[in-house]
C-alpha cells in the first residue's frame, strides 16, 4: 500500500529535487548501481586521486561493491535509476544468513530477523506496510518464525527506505521501534528525505544511545553511533551464530554520502570519517568477522545468500581483517568525498 504524505508536513519530494540530487538519493540509499569502476578522469585533485586509489587498494577484488560509495566524490553523479524501479526489483528470497540471523528484505533494501531464545529482533522495516507484510511478516513464516514474535523493531537511522514498515508492523505486533535521539527529532522536525511510496515516519518511541545494549532472550545487540548517513545513524554488534560457533557481526548503519549540497554537509562527512574510524577500532577489539549493510548492494547479501551452502564456508562469514578492508574502503570514499568537497 501507498502512503501520501501528512497534511502541512514539510518534506522533500523526489519529484521536487533536481536530477543530480534525485542522482544522489538513489545512489545514497540504493546503492545497488552496480560495481561501477571510480573513474580518475572524475578525480578533482591528487588528494581525491589518492583517497579514491587507497579504496580501489583496500577493496581488491572481493569488496568491490562497497567502491560505489565513491561516486559521491565525481564532480557530477549520474543520475540513478527512480525510486519506483529500485523498489519493483524482484526480492531475493528469505533465508537464513546465520543460524540466528534471517534475510526478509527486498533487493533494493535489506531487513533482517535476528531470532533469539524468546522472540525476534527485527533489523529495519523497509519501504513501506505493503513490504512488512509481504517481504518481511511473508519471509519470516517462510523462514519457520513467527511475525508474532517481533519483540523488538530497531531502525538503523531515519529514512523511509528503513523506518517505512515500522509503524504497520508495531500496530499489528506491538513491539517497540528504537531509533536514536537525533534521528527522532529529525523525523519529527523534517524529513531530510521523503517519497510518496515509503510509509509515514513512525512516531517518538524507544530513544537508543551509543554505548546501549537491547537485550531480549538469550541474545545482546549493542549499538554504535556512526552519524553521517543520517544525524543519528546507529550500527549494530551482535553474535551471529554457526552451528557451535559464533561470529560477531557489526550491521554498518548508513551507507551513502546522499546529503548532497546540504549546508552542513562537511560536518556531516566529518562525523562519517570520525563514526568510521571509530567503528574500525571497535571491530579490532571486538573481533568483528561479519559486516552487514542494510543494503545488498554493498554487502552483497543476496549473492551470499545464494551462495551459501551448507557444510562449505560461510560467504558471510568475512574473517576480521576483510572487515577492517571494508570499513577501510568506505573511511576512503568519504575522504576523497571530504576532498572532492573541500577543493
Ligand atoms: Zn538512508
Not at 519506483?84 to 530477523?113: H, I, R, T, Y
Not at 517481504?135 to 531502525?155: H, K
Not at 572487515?323 to 573511511?331: D, F, G, M, P, S
Amino acid at each position: 500500500m501507498l502512503f501520501g504524505p501528512r497534511p502541512g508536513r514539510q518534506v522533500r519530494r523526489a519529484e521536487a529535487v533536481s536530477p543530480t540530487r534525485r542522482g544522489l538519493l538513489a545512489l545514497g540509499c540504493a546503492c545497488c548501481l552496480g560495481l561501477a569502476p571510480i573513474s580518475q578522469a572524475a578525480a578533482q585533485s591528487p588528494e581525491v586521486a589518492r583517497h579514491l586509489a587507497a579504496a580501489r587498494d583496500a577493496a581488491g577484488e572481493d569488496l568491490r561493491a562497497w567502491l560505489a560509495l565513491g561516486k559521491a566524490a565525481m564532480p557530477s553523479p549520474e543520475a540513478g535509476p527512480s525510486i519506483e524501479a529500485l523498489m519493483a526489483q524482484p526480492p531475493p528470497p528469505p533465508a537464513w544468513a546465520f543460524d540466528n540471523l534471517g534475510f526478509v528484505g527486498a533487493k533494493w533494501v535489506s531487513a533482517w530477523a535476528l531470532k533469539t531464545s524468546d522472540g525476534v529482533i527485527l533489523l529495519d522495516a523497509l519501504n513501506n506496510e505493503d513490504e512488512a507484510e509481504r517481504l518481511i511478516e511473508g519471509g519470516m513464516r517462510r523462514l519457520g518464525l513467527d511475525p508474532g514474535a517481533i519483540r523488538q523493531i530497531v531502525v538503523t537511522h531515519g529514512h523511509g527506505d528503513h523506518y517505512g514498515g515500522a509503524a504497520w508492523l508495531k500496530q499489528r505486533h506491538g513491539a517497540p521501534i528504537l531509533l536514536s535521539e537525533a534521528d527522532w527529532r529529525m523525523m519529527e522536525t523534517g524529513l531530510e528525505f521523503d517519497v510518496p511510496q515509503w510509509g509515514r515516519p513512525p512516531a517518538r518511541d524507544v530513544v537508543v544511545a551509543d554505548g546501549a545494549t537491547i537485550r531480549q532472550g538469550d541474545t545482546t545487540v549493542r549499538v554504535l553511533s556512526t552519524p553521517g548517513h543520517s544525524p543519528g545513524t546507529i550500527s549494530l554488534l551482535f553474535d551471529a551464530k554457526a552451528g557451535p560457533r559464533t561470529h560477531r557481526a557489526l550491521l554498518w548503519g548508513g551507507t551513502s554520502f546522499n546529503f548532497g549540497r546540504r549546508p552542513e554537509r562537511m560536518q556531516r562527512i566529518a562525523s562519517y570519517i570520525a563514526g568510521t574510524r571509530r567503528a574500525k577500532q571497535v571491530a579490532a577489539r571486538e573481533k568483528v568477522e561479519v559486516l552487514l549493510s542494510n543494503h545488498s548492494g554493498f554487502d552483497e547479501a543476496d549473492q551470499k545468500l545464494q551462495r551459501r551452502v551448507q557444510g562449505r564456508p560461510n560467504p558471510f562469514v568475512m574473517g576480521q581483517e576483510t572487515v577492517q578492508r571494508a570499513l577501510t574502503v568506505i573511511e576512503e570514499c568519504a575522504l576523497a568525498t571530504q576532498a572532492a568537497w573541500s577543493a
